[in-house]
């Protein structure tokens, strides 16, 4: 029963910066993959940034540069920090666990605008 805690979603100004933080409960250690998802409305849920178990990265094209995604394994919190966000980043952000089938949490809202 693991149980995946987002928080950190607000509305910002376009180029602000948001940090959004996974807490991961009903484990002691976290060996799986990692990643963040956003959803738009009436679009498909869309993986954005990813970490493996040891630190290795991944990250869709139109984040790169911009967002970084990270953990720290003692306190299982995974972590998205995203810089010079735009409008099109607004969504609604899940930490997800690569499991089969995938693990989401609830989710938590990041809105870009002016």
């Known amino acids: 029963q693991v149980l995946l805690l987002e928080s950190g979603g607000d509305l910002v100004q376009p180029g602000g910066s948001l940090r959004l933080s996974c807490e991961v409960r009903g484990i002691v250690y976290n060996p799986w993959n990692m990643g963040w998802y956003r959803q738009a409305p009436g679009k498909q849920r869309q993986l954005v940034a990813s970490?493996?178990?040891?630190?290795?990265?991944d990250y869709v094209n139109s984040v790169k540069g911009r967002f970084t995604i990270s953990r720290d394994n003692s306190k299982n919190v995974v972590t998205l920090q995203m810089n010079s966000l735009k409008p099109e980043d607004t969504a609604v952000y899940y930490c997800?666990?690569?499991?089969?089938?995938?693990?989401w949490g609830q989710g938590t809202q990041v809105t870009v605008s002016s």
């Open positions: 997800g666990l690569f499991t089969s089938p995938p693990v």
């Open positions: 970490i493996s178990r040891d630190g290795t990265t």
